[in-house]
């Protein structure tokens, strides 16, 4: 862990108070999610991002609308600050064809091209080439867009990791590296798996600019990502994040988390991101109570729409399984 | 005895790592987590971290260091978690595994054994569901193994570790919790032949692996209007049991090959030319297939049930052939 204190107040209030609410969105949907996940309306893998929600909140909150967004199968909560609607990302998960991907990829593969949401992806470090490429694109292009890749720290012992840095930086390719670091890939703690576990000193090492920084504090992040995104945009290649961050439940539905101790849990819960920067504001006096108590009714009003919303899809006909297989000619 | 397919696989790991001390297992959360499918649970604690190796997510490195393991005396047991990720690892299981051998003028084999869990059915979407056993089938030099039963699950492994040469051991992930009866001694299997799980002489249901209880199923539905089906087995999907093949055809003259994997380009399609090679002149009717739709597949149930092959698709299959010719 680094930092000992709690995340530091913005100068502006209220947008640490808009930052607050957007991580919340992320946690009662997430919670949502493992709710009907045990009702068995969600089915297959299920990974939900409870405790890491400053991340994508921070570095989401600098990207502009036609950036790009590359992520993993721990991904509702990239989808759902990015902008993709959360009944739509319900939906999928519900398996109906209301949802962003009409039920076809589920949890682990939610896609929409409205956002320039690019997955979704449940292959470890699959995304990482598609950012590169993406990236590639708008350097032939000409355009000034950034693409923003999530990855686990486990991916970074994948061959593709190793091989979309250098691309990236070899290129000079406007990629922002995010790698959450929550320490664990599935049972295999980071330093089980990484002989060198300074990770942005991996990153320099292909010569992408690389920093650390507290994934609990969204200020900080927000505050590093727009550093590196203005950089990015700036032509200033790719840059690496390694943010610092924990996942507070299990893996996935399934897992029954024998590698690590409860204390090492309970240690962490107490840099719980959401209740931390809702202390500090509300310290500061820049939270009053029945403020904190709207931004939660409209946030559990949200996610009640988008309940509602997936319980009322409807299945794809099943006449339609080989569709997109192919692309649909004169349909584009 | 009582077990489980996770538990006679885990059985066998553990007589061979007794056994043997050149054994040992490697894997993505095979020690601490227990295994992705929980197939290793407890073998850590009894075996210690140099022989249960957990080992980063890197399926292209450890898979060839599995196979430099091999070449360098040991017997190891290399866990993909699944199919999917195994193409992470295509290179080093077709351009090493698979060819060092012949390359080397026969100077180098690999003993080594790769354990993956493959299929659909649990609605893991495209990127953890497929079937590609086919597809290893297809590289000469591999040895391809599809356990069905608990016997098989408990007597393969231990006959691919006395393999002088690379096996992969596709286990579908919808049987690992099927549970049974199995003899208190059950060992070693064979890993050449086919077997016939049900005797019948009306149609012969070539099948393997995840698919065969679907079959077994098909058949008890089809003797219910009076067809007897065969149903074979096929275990080893290479080197490929053509007199198995033969012989069910020759005794039913009618064949239908279920197969979780695509049709196109497939090993039903493999199989279904070698009979047409080999005993045309037995068959009353074409060969039929009933196979996965060629689509990705899906993450909704009912898609991704309409993409599998199912009780009612092996019927209405039987019902073609049968129906057909004399
Ligand atoms: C290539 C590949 N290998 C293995 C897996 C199985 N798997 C899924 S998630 C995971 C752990 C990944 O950890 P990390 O990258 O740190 O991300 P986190 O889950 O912690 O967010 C593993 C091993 C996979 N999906 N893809």
Known sequence: MNGDAGPRVAADPAHARELLRQMLRVRRFEEKCVELYSATKIRGFMHVYIGEEAVAAGVLSTLAPDDAVVATYREHGHALLRGVDPGAILAEMYGYQEGCCRGRGGSMHLFDAGTRFYGGNAIVAGGLPLAVGLALADKMAGRSRVTACFFGEGAVAEGEFHESMNLAALWELPVLFCCENNLYAMGTALGRSESQTDLALKAAGYEVAAWAVDGMDVIAVEEAARRAVDAVRAGGGPHFLELRTYRFRAHSMYDPERYREKAEVAQWLERDPVSLLHASLAAAGDLPDTEWERVQRAVDAEVQAAVDFAEAGTPEPVEELTRFVYSERGAQ | ?326
């Open chain 2, 1 to 326: 005895m009582k077990t489980t397919y996770r538990e006679a696989i885990r059985a066998a790991m553990r007589e061979a790592l007794l056994g043997d001390e050149r054994v040992f297992l490697m894997g993505e959360d095979v020690g601490r987590y227990g295994g992705c499918f929980a197939v290793s649970l407890g073998l850590l604690e009894e075996f210690g971290p140099e022989r249960i190796r957990d080992t980063p997510l890197s399926e292209s490195g450890f898979v060839g260091a599995g196979i430099g393991a091999a070449l360098g005396g040991m017997r190891p047991i290399v866990e993909i978690m699944t199919v999917n990720f195994s193409l992470l690892a295509l290179d080093q299981l077709v351009n090493n595994a698979a060819t060092l051998l012949h390359m080397s003028g026969g100077q180098f084999n690999v003993p080594v054994v790769f354990r993956l869990t493959t299929g659909a059915g649990r609605q893991l979407a495209a990127q953890h569901s497929h079937s590609l056993e086919g597809w290893y089938a297809h590289i000469p030099g591999l040895r391809i193994l599809t356990p069905a039963t608990l016997e098989d699950a408990r007597g393969m492994l231990g006959t691919a570790l006395e393999d002088p040469d690379p096996v992969l051991i596709f286990e579908h992930g919808s049987l690992y919790n099927v549970p049974g009866e199995i003899a208190d001694d059950a060992g070693l299997v064979n890993i050449d032949k086919a077997a016939v799980r049900r005797a019948g002489a009306d149609v012969a249901l070539i099948t393997y692996g995840g698919t065969l209880p679907v079959v077994l199923e098909s058949a008890d539905r089809l003797a219910a209007e009076g067809i007897e089906a065969e149903v074979v087995d096929l275990r080893v999907l290479r080197p490929l049991d053509d007199a198995a093949l033969l012989a069910a055809v020759a005794k039913t003259h009618r064949a239908v090959v279920v197969d979780e994997g695509w049709r196109s380009g497939s090993l039903s399609a493999e199989i279904s030319a070698r009979i047409t090679e080999q005993a045309f002149f037995d068959l009353d009717a074409p060969v039929g297939r009933v196979c996965s739709a060629e689509v990705p597949v899906p993450y909704a149930r009912h898609l991704e049930l309409a993409a599998l092959p199912s009780v009612e698709r092996v019927v209405e299959a039987v019902h073609k052939v049968v129906g057909a010719g004399g």
